[in-house]
T-cell receptor, first 113, second 113 residues
Framework: DAGITQSPRYKITETGRQVTLMCHQTWSHSYMFWYRQDLGHGLRLIYY???????DKGEVPDGYVVSRSKTENFPLTLESATRSQTSVYFC????????????FGSGTRLTVV | SQQGEEDPQALSIQEGENATMNCSYK?????LQWYRQNSGRGLVHLIL???NEREKHSGRLRVTLDTSKKSSSLLITASRAADTASYFCATAPNAGNNRKLIWGLGTSLAVNP
């Protein structure tokens, strides 16, 4: 998806390790979001940000940390990875959702062993 | 906290047939959006319909919205094998901060050649 990139595409890590997933957008969208997608649960919001230095919790924030020092970057850190955090993670960006849809990255498939 | 519920959960049709998916939601909305997700990829925004609109078209897509019934439908006409994907509806609530979309669990569409 042009304009929003996630890295890495795939990641395998061990339980207890710290892992950071990167998200970069080139549209200067004010809003950015992190979701995880698991079978049977659909998309669940982890954290979101309305602007640089403004972040807020979503439905499932425990075990995750975010920062947004620059508008274009919104990294997601798993402080101490657990097997339950094995999932596909999607970053998205948007102008105000009242008027616009989201643009998603291609996702990061994370496996915690 | 899924608001949207898509129906059916899975749909299998032949190429050239029309596919109809439905979405129901619970609270007052500002807009409703439909997204497509191909296997292993991020979601792609298809169409946004505002609460004061009843019908919207985009190519082979037709979306209707009935706010009195709190429901929407997505019609794909003359389906192609390339339309095989999962389709999600998402709503932007009217009340509170509508910075976050609320997602359904999706309809899995298979278009057989």
């Amino acid at each position: 998806d042009a304009g929003i990139t996630q890295s890495p595409r795939y990641k395998i890590t061990e339980t207890g390790r710290q892992v950071t997933l990167m998200c970069h957008q080139t549209w200067s969208h004010s809003y950015m979001f992190w979701y995880r997608q698991d079978l049977g649960h659909g998309l669940r919001l982890i954290y979101y940000s309305a602007a640089a230095d403004i972040t807020d919790k979503g439905e499932v924030p425990d075990g995750y940390v975010v920062s947004r020092s620059k508008t274009e970057n919104f990294p997601l850190t798993l402080e101490s990875a657990t097997r339950s955090q094995t999932s596909v993670y999607f970053c998205a960006s948007s102008a105000p959702p009242k008027f616009y849809g989201y643009t998603f990255g291609s996702g990061t498939r994370l496996t915690v062993v | 906290s899924q608001q949207g519920e898509e129906d059916p959960q899975a749909l299998s049709i032949q190429e050239g047939e029309n596919a109809t998916m439905n979405c129901s939601y619970k609270t007052s909305i500002n807009n409703l959006q439909w997204y497509r997700q191909n296997s292993g990829r991020g979601l792609v925004h298809l169409i946004l319909i505002r609460s004061n609109e009843r019908e919207k078209h985009s190519g082979r897509l037709r979306v209707t919205l009935d706010t009195s019934k709190k429901s929407s439908s997505l019609l794909i006409t003359a389906s192609r094998a390339a339309d095989t994907a999962s389709y999600f509806c998402a709503t932007a609530p009217n009340a509170g901060n509508n910075r976050k979309l609320i997602w359904g669990l999706g309809t899995s569409l298979a278009v057989n050649p």
